[in-house]
């Protein structure tokens, strides 16, 4: 647990330093292996969807999962319409689809999926630890994340 409190402090430094300093990226783009075309993901960073951080009644409440439920880190990440899921490289998986509601991630490590699958165009949003507001995805969207430091979701 130290050395994901660890690695979330880091990333967080990070993502202030490039906030801070104006550094933002665009959305990554990659190439689909199988029809060769080039697929933007659709993660939004600082200067596209800033969002201000939870307050602490949200971290509070937040909605935690009953179980987490986990399954190979191999399998496929299916994702229902109107949810938003993740996997991390630990096997444990979420699929949220409430709005407005603060969810605790299902302690996910390291790299996994994310797929945004629901209506067209509805946003969801991560946060660290803290609370600080890391990253957003629109739908429909899919994207590998690094999940260790991102501890929060609001479905849309």
């Known amino acids: 647990m130290t050395l994901r409190k660890l690695a979330a402090a880091l990333f967080a430094a990070a993502a202030i330093a490039t906030s801070t300093i104006g550094l933002s990226s665009p959305a990554a783009a990659h190439t689909d292996s199988t029809t060769g075309t080039t697929v933007t993901t659709a993660i939004l960073t600082s200067g596209q969807a800033r969002q201000p951080s939870l307050t602490a009644a ?3 409440n937040a909605v935690e999962p009953a179980t987490a439920r986990s399954g190979s880190a191999a399998a496929t990440l299916n994702c229902a319409y109107y949810y938003v899921c993740g996997m991390g490289g ?4 979420f699929d949220y689809t409430t709005c407005s509601t603060t969810y605790t991630l299902p302690n996910l490590v390291g790299w996994g999926s994310l797929h945004n699958n629901q209506t067209p165009g509805t946003r969801a949003h991560f946060y660290d630890v803290n609370g600080a507001w890391m990253f957003s995805i629109d739908a429909p969207a899919r994207n590998d994340v690094f999940w260790t430091p991102v501890w929060y979701v ?3």
């Open 154 to 156: 609001i479905a849309c």
């Open 90 to 93: 630990n096997g444990n998986r």
């Open 58 to 60: 949200q971290m509070k």
